[in-house]
Every structure is written in C-alpha cells, then in structure tokens.
C-alpha cells in the first residue's frame, strides 16, 4: 500500500546571516504517519517547523505542505494545519469553553459545529467540571492536552507539535501519547518535535537533527540496528558525539 | 466578518475580566479631568506681595491698603531694608516687592510725579507679566484716586480727554478657564487611554505567544486587525461620552455646535490613534518597548498640541511640525464645535487632514503587520 506524501521538504534552509540554523534538509512524511523530528534544544527544530506552518519564509529549499507551496501557498497551508507551540498558547484569562469557540471560530467553523466540537472535547478530556473555569487555573499537563486538542478542531490533515510533552509528568505524557495516535488512527498527519527520546519510540519514522542537519531518518528499529544500539537515547548521543 | 466577530467577543472579556485594566480605563480618566481640569489654570493668584515703605504717610499706607484689598495679591509683611526683601524673594517667600522711597507723599503733591519701584520674580515669565498687568491696575487706580483728591482741592482743572477701549468677550465670556481647559483634557484623555491600550493589546499576544498560534491559522490580517481595534474604538466613544457627560455636569462647559458633528469626526480620530497603536505594536517586541515609545508620541504631540500653549507663539518650524500633530486638530475641532458652535463646513479643514492622516496611518499599521517573518 502507497500513501500520499503530505510533506515534502527539499534541501530546505533557513540562513541567520552566516549561521545556517536550518541545513538544507530533506524529508517526505506520508499521510497518517507519526513523524518524529528528534535534536538537541537549539538543533533547529522549532526554526524547521516554522518555514513549514508558513509563519517564517526559508532562505531557499522548497517544501510543500498537504500540497501547498511554503513559499507563497501560506494561506492555503494554514486551512490545512493545527499547530501547538512550545509555549502554551491558549488564552489564560479565557474559560476552556471560550477558548475552544474563539479558536473554532477563527478557523471558520459554525457556531453549530463550535457547540458540538466543544461538547465532545470537554467530555473527551474529562473536563465536565471545569469547563467554565479560566485555562491559567488548570495544571500544565490538562493545558497541554487541551491545547493539542484545540489544535485538532478544525480537523486538520497535518498536526504539527512543537515539544508538546516539555515539563509534562510521565502519566500524562502517557496520556498524550495516546491521543497522538488516536488522531493518527483517524488519518490525521503528525509531526512532532521533542528531545525527550524514549517518545522517539512512539513514532513511525524520525529523523535525528543535529545542529541544522538531518544525520538519520528512518524508523526507530532500523536505526537501532544501524547504530548497534539498544535505544533511540544511544543512537541520539553516537550521533551528537560524531558531530563533536 | 463572522471571524471578526469572534475576535471582538474575545477581546471584549478579556478586557472586562481584567481587574487590573478596567479601573485604568474608566476611573483614571474621570479623576484626570475633574483634578488636571482644576490644575491646569494660568489664572494668576494669591501673589505673595511684600513692600518696603521708607515714606511712612498717609499715601504710602493708602497705596498698600489698595493692594491688600485686591483679591490678586496676599500682602505678606513690609520689610524694613531692601537687603532682607531681596533675601526674602531668594528665599521664595515673596514674588513681588514694592518699594515706596522716602518724600514719596510729598512730591507726589508737590511736584505730582512720584517714582515707585517694583521687583517681580520673573522665573516663570508669563505669569511675571500677568502680576506686572494687575500691579499697575491697582497702581493706576491709586494715581485716579490722588488726582481726584488733588482736582477737589485746587480749582476747576480741565480733565483731560482719555480713550477707553471696552473689550467685549466672545465665547467665553466669563473668560472662565476652565471653559477652555475641559475640551482640550477631554482629548488628552481619549487619546492617551486609546493609544496605550491599543498598542499595548496586540505586543501582549506577542509576548505571551498566543501571537505566533494566531499568525498559524488561515485568518485574514485585515479581519485580525479590526477585531482587535474595534473594541478600542468603542471604549474611546464611550470615553468622550463620559467625558461629556462630566463635563456639562461638574464643570458646565458650554457645548453650543452638535454633539453628532462631534461624534463623527472623533470616530475618524480614534481611527488615527488605533493606527498609531497598531504600528507601535509591530515594531516593538514587549510591552515596556510599546509603553517607552507611546509615551514619547503622546508627550510630543500634548506639548505641542495647543492644548497649554497656544500654537500661534511657537516658532514658525514649531508650528509646520504641528500641522503632522492629530492632538492638535481634535483639540481645535473640539473647542470650535462646544464653545463656538462650529458646523461641518468650519472644521472641514481638520476633518479632512484628520481622515487623511487615518488612511496613512492604517495603511502603514496593516502593512507592515506580518503574519510572517
């Protein structure tokens, strides 16, 4: 079975003066795969990330997201994405049941369908009690899930996750990774940042960036076995060695 | 437009939950009018007068009764050297020393001239010269009253004929200050309320990163942009309407032209300080930047805005800068329309300039507004 490719990066760079934070890198993720992209803090996964959310312009490269171009097709990726920062973005002087409808009406929807997607999610996530509570009040971990849930509502092809899991408990860490591949299973695209490398397992297929450059993609086991390694955290440091 | 809708929902709560805000919002400018309204007068009064009288007569006495008897002047002490006087105004207890030289009576009826000397501190030098105005007032008064005296002892004298102009006061004809003052702190507090909050509002989602997740979904700059002005907008209507309200109430400041004329040209106004907002907020990165840099637009432009000094006496570059100052024509439209009752083809002029300077404003704000970087 051949799937679609929904991202597909090509020799993408992003220059800051001198200093390539972003190396000409190159990837395909396919439709419905968890796709890890795996570094250090500062290997510049964020800065990836952000030419292909069409929020920052590549220096050169091309990319083109569930099929639109990074370059001038901005808009049109945007219909097609949720994103979830590094920095919790939600409203914190908003209720959860305000954030959703702001964030269900920006990306469009009815307040038909607002009425419903915020039913199902408060009930989803367990937050019956608190629904009209404001969102600064809430735990990171409840934040965090809510955020990535928020980042589903307009039913996106592509998720992106910038660390979603930093400073989360390993419960809920668990937990998230749980709705991670619920959303997987339902056909939705996810490509997710993080350092933490036993998450790396979870995924299909990562790719291991170190300072700007993609040094290994495949899936988890394979590059156990390339490596001669027990675990992504041994692949991730005989990587992060060679480079020193 | 639904989309606006939904910006505009969000801003209005998170405005009205915002225990810290409201109060800045409507309670700072209430107290700015009713205190800065009192403070700001160029009424001169209660001058700490001193004198030194070396003539000790009737007429000496007489004189300084006359300036006891003005409601200008508190008459302080009399000192009995020019040494102590001049230690006294150092010191800052007095601001104007009169001097009587000794033989002043009697040349005053003998020779009928008498010379006085006056000495006022002149640091701040208009109201030197409106203490200088009332001094010769009281001084003018005493010289009729000595003539008087003197024409009622000798025979008849033909009185000179003298020329009396008689001024009459248009608009204000109390020449209250406060009728002055009470539209042009109306604006100052339209404008500053509107500016701070409106480029304050927009770096905060930038600092709290809330910004960056905006500029990630497919809503359009321009929806994005005037869901987050509009409330603002309102809140400065409904700023000029309180303003208004305290005004004819506290104050009783006339307001003879149309409110609705009004109204209109400070809709277009607000849009001008918006603008400015905006543009400050997308090229400062915290809000602190945003404040430090609103600030110095505001002082500039209220310092130059006629509000307190009139535009007319500044230097002729002074005044070509004006003209790119929006205070300065909301002040002339506001006193034009309350005080003189001014329609639309007299504030044409200030109208146009003022939706000129919207267009340029906005389109330099939402131009230069990214989505990204």
């Known amino acids: 079975m051949k799937k679609e490719n929904v991202i597909v990066a090509e020799a993408l760079t992003k220059a800051f003066g001198d200093f390539k934070a972003v190396n000409a890198i190159s990837f395909e993720v396919k439709k419905g795969e968890i796709f890890g992209f795996l570094g250090a803090n500062g290997a510049g996964k964020t800065t990836a990330m952000k030419m292909l959310i069409g929020i920052s312009k590549p220096s050169s490269g091309n990319a083109k997201v569930a099929g639109f171009d990074v370059y001038n097709q901005t808009e049109s990726i945007k219909k097609n994405i949720g994103y979830m920062s590094q920095k919790f973005t939600l409203y914190d002087d908003l209720t959860v049941k305000e954030n959703i409808t702001f964030f269900g009406g920006i990306y469009g929807l009815s307040r038909a369908k607002i009425r419903e997607k915020r039913a199902q999610l408060v009930s989803e996530l367990g937050l019956e009690g608190i629904s009209n509570k404001l969102v600064g009040s809430l735990p990171l971990g409840w934040k965090q899930k809510l955020s990535f849930s928020v980042s589903l509502l307009h039913e996106p092809k592509i998720v992106f996750l910038d660390e979603p899991t930093g400073g989360v408990d390993p419960i809920t860490r668990r937990q998230f990774w749980e709705m991670i591949y619920k959303a997987a299973d339902q056909g939705t695209t996810i490509f997710v940042t993080t350092h933490y490398m036993d998450e790396a397992e979870y995924c299909e297929r990562v790719s291991i960036v170190v300072e700007g450059r993609i040094e290994a993609l495949d899936t988890p086991k394979k590059l156990k076995e390339q490596f001669k390694v027990d675990s992504m955290n041994d692949v991730f440091l005989k990587l992060a060695r060679n480079i020193e | ?373």
């Open chain 2, 1 to 373: 437009m639904k989309t606006i809708g939904f910006i505009i929902q969000k801003e209005f709560k998170q405005i009205f939950r915002n225990k810290g805000m409201l109060p800045i919002i409507f309670i700072l400018p209430i107290l700015q009018l009713v205190i800065l309204s009192n403070a700001a007068t160029y009424e001169v009064k209660n001058i700490k007068f001193a004198y030194i009288d070396y003539d000790h007569t009737s007429s000496s006495r007489a004189l300084v009764e006359k300036f006891n008897a003005s409601t200008f002047f508190n008459v302080l002490t009399d000192f009995p050297s020019q040494e102590i006087a001049s230690s006294a105004m150092l010191s800052g207890e007095v601001d104007v020393v009169l001097e009587m030289p000794t033989n002043f009576e009697r040349n005053l009826l003998k020779e009928k001239t008498a010379e006085l000397s006056i000495t006022i501190n002149a640091i701040d030098g208009a109201a030197a010269g409106v203490t200088s105005g009332y001094v010769n007032q009281i001084v003018q008064s005493f010289n009729k009253d000595v003539r008087m005296s003197i024409i009622d002892t000798s025979k008849k004298i033909v009185q000179p004929v003298t020329i009396e102009s008689i001024p009459s006061f248009w608009y204000n004809t109390t020449l209250d200050y406060k009728t002055f003052m009470v539209p042009g702190i109306l604006v100052l507090l339209v404008t500053m309320i509107t500016l701070f909050l409106s480029g304050m509002n927009i770096v905060r989602e930038k600092e709290i990163g809330t910004l960056e997740q905006i500029n990630v979904t497919p809503i359009r700059k321009s929806q994005f942009i005037i869901g987050k002005l509009f409330p603002f907008w309102i809140i400065g209507m409904g700023l000029l309407t309180i303003g208004l309200i305290l005004a004819k109430i506290i104050f009783n400041t006339p307001m003879l032209g149309s409110l609705l004329l009004l109204y209109g040209y400070t809709s277009i106004y607000i849009l001008v300080i918006l603008g400015m907002g905006l543009l400050i907020s997308n090229f400062t990165d915290t809000q602190q930047q945003a404040m430090f840099i609103a600030w110095f637009f505001v002082v500039i432009f209220i310092l130059m805005s006629g509000l307190f000094t009139p535009i007319e006496s500044m230097p002729k570059w002074a005044q070509i800068v004006t003209e790119f100052n929006p205070i300065k024509y909301f002040v002339e439209v506001v006193r034009m329309v309350l005080l003189k009752g001014s329609d639309i083809t007299n504030i044409l002029p200030q109208l146009l300039k003022t939706l000129l300077y919207a267009l340029i404003m906005n389109g330099l704000a939402v131009w230069s507004y990214k989505k990204v970087s």
